[in-house]
């Protein structure tokens, strides 16, 4: 994009020298084409690009901004001072300025196995009955304050993190914690940490701030950094079940120093399909006042089906209209959206997983072709490919090296406990002989080249799926990505999906369109049960909102054709009937 083609106000966000500057993008409006003109332009005055922070919401999000940036007179791109996830900003920072915290770069990650086994292990020795999953929540909120009377949680916690801080390492939760106490204490340590943060780093840009948690805004405001550039859409926020907080966005657009920018165009929907968004979204109190307008123009479909009798008649519906969809010759303007869709054009989304696993399964069966996605367990062995790549990062520290050889001794057949007493006790024969764990029987090299760490997994004996699992991460991070990189990247993996190859429609839940879009698009299940579901209606009016916004996220993916669809009964898991009500939000849309 150039500065000619861009609207308005995309050309304030590009060109605005404020010091905070906060841009409220729609769906559809071009916000990662507007990032990058603007890096690009302060690159083309002079800027050092390594004088530019980037933190995106995901990994494969700041491999896209990666790949759009510039390019040097060798065909490589620019390369960002960072580029990455709000945690791996965290770990690099503490790498490089976190020394006098006991972390520096020797600093490495344990996975969440690892952290659990850890705090199981404190409680058992300090007596707390306290379960597991209490500790781990209370855990996320940092270590305890000093000075303060600790319970016997408290104790353990405090043990754990004391570990941690003593062997130079972090897990995924108390990275950001650790970090946030670094840049808010007023410590001598602390402050030299922060003027070289301030030194390092002059431009910082955030994306998706709307799923921003409480504590990464609490980082975003104490960075020392002089610019920052913040993009999101509050109106999309949908993250609350991973700890988002729109909340954070709305406060920071009423500060009086912030200055806020509007991109409302949306350059992908159709007129009728911005409309009906609109009309949905501004029910949603205390919302930032914008609207979604449609650069392409009116000439788009936006239908409410008639209802169907059971959710097996819904599909059917679906299915006929696909048909007749993918049917259409080419360059056929008979209907209202002219020409043939192909079927990764078309999308079935649906609110829960439930759904979409009944319209996949049906959809095949009455013979439309379906994009298959599946989503497993991981497989056994990924605990110790896990280990295995975060011991890799650095040999020498005792802790990565004893959780690698429980986890080593789990794949070879042991009992989680029987595992962790042949761990403790190759420990002790290490301490006795005065050596480290991996000079006394690890003997694991150190790696600096994620590729070189996958070539030896792949060695290791471990699974197909483990070691895919470990590629596919790694292709998704951005480009110059460091072993800590990859190591934080393995300890975000909750679960394995995968999509399969060829030619079919995409039949995928709300949250797992996010970010995508399709000429068509068919909205099910549109019922009060779902949209809202029952569990958001007792919650109360802020998880109705975020119901609204889901309800929007959906509608907007759509550029040529929206069908909303809903069924008057519907079998549960259970394997009960159910009568089902229309969604609340279908006579919003209407009005």
Excluded at 544 to 558: F, Q, S
């Amino acid at each position: 994009m150039n500065l000619e083609q861009a609207t308005p106000a995309q050309r304030e966000a590009i060109t605005t020298d404020e010091a905070d500057v906060l841009v409220v993008a729609g769906p559809g409006a071009g916000k990662t084409a507007t990032v990058v003109t603007r890096i690009e332009r302060q690159i083309s005055a002079g800027v050092d690009p390594r004088q530019i922070g980037a933190i995106t919401f995901t990994n494969a999000g700041a491999g896209e901004l990666s790949r759009r940036l510039p390019k040097k007179p060798d065909g490589e791109p620019v390369e960002l001072g960072f580029c990455g996830t709000l945690h791996a900003f965290a770990l690099r920072m503490l790498k490089e300025h976190g020394a006098p915290f006991g972390y520096g770069q020797r600093i490495a990650i344990i996975s969440p196995e690892s952290a659990q086994d850890l705090i199981e292990s404190k409680a058992k020795t300090l007596g707390c009955k306290r379960p597991l999953k209490d500790l781990m929540k209370l855990k996320q909120a940092g270590r305890p304050a000093r000075g303060t009377r600790l319970t016997v949680e408290q104790t353990v916690l405090t043990s754990y993190f004391d570990e941690l801080r003593d062997a130079g390492v972090v897990d995924y939760d108390v990275l950001l914690t650790e970090f946030r106490d670094m840049l808010t204490s007023d410590a001598p340590e602390a402050l030299l940490a922060q003027q070289a943060i301030r030194q390092a780093l002059s431009y910082l840009y955030v994306d998706e701030v709307q799923d921003s948690a409480p504590i990464d805004w609490e980082i975003y405001l104490a960075l020392p950094i002089a610019f920052k550039f913040y993009v999101g859409d509050p109106d999309q926020a949908i993250y609350s079940f991973r700890g988002g907080n729109v909340g954070g966005m709305l406060q920071h657009a009423r500060r009086p120093w912030v200055k806020v920018i509007l991109l409302e165009e949306n350059f992908r929907s159709r007129w009728e399909i911005c409309d009906a968004a609109n009309r949905l979204i501004r029910h949603n109190k205390g919302r930032l006042d914008k609207v979604t307008k449609s650069i392409k123009g009116a000439g788009g479909v936006v239908s409410f089906m008639p209802p169907a009798g059971n959710e097996g008649e819904e599909i059917s519906q679906v299915s006929r209209h696909i048909k007749k969809l993918l049917g259409a010759p080419e360059g056929d303007n008979s209907g209202p959206i002219q020409g043939a869709s192909s079927p990764k054009e078309i999308a079935v989304l649906c609110r829960t997983n439930f759904i979409a696993d009944a319209f996949r399964k049906t959809l095949t069966a009455q013979g439309v072709p379906v994009l298959e996605r599946k989503v497993e367990e991981l497989p056994r062995d990924w605990r110790f490919a896990r280990a295995f790549i975060e011991t890799l990062v650095e040999p020498e520290n005792d802790a990565l090296a004893f959780f690698y050889l429980i986890a080593l001794n789990e794949k070879n057949g042991d009992s989680p406990k029987s595992a962790r007493e042949r761990a403790h006790q190759t420990r002790r024969a290490a301490a006795a002989a005065a050596k480290s764990i991996n000079r006394f029987d690890v003997h694991l090299g150190r790696v600096s080249d994620p590729r070189v760490a996958l070539e030896a997994l792949a060695g290791q004996k471990v699974s197909r799926e483990a070691h895919a699992i470990a590629v596919d991460r790694y292709r998704e991070l951005p480009a110059g990505a460091t072993m800590l990189d990859l190591a934080l990247s393995l300890s975000e993996v909750r679960e394995y999906a995968k999509d399969g190859e060829g030619e079919g429609v995409n039949v995928l839940t709300i949250h797992g369109a996010k970010g995508r879009e399709f000429d068509v698009v068919f909205v099910v299940g549109f019922e009060d049960e779902a949209f809202p579901g029952p569990r958001a209606v007792s919650a109360g009016a802020e998880a109705i909102e975020e119901e609204r916004r889901l309800a929007h996220v959906a509608i907007t993916r759509a550029r040529l054709g929206l069908y909303l669809t809903r069924a008057e009964s519907r079998v549960t898991k259970w394997k009960a009937i159910v009568k089902r009500t229309p969604s609340r939000f279908i006579q919003e849309i209407s009005l």
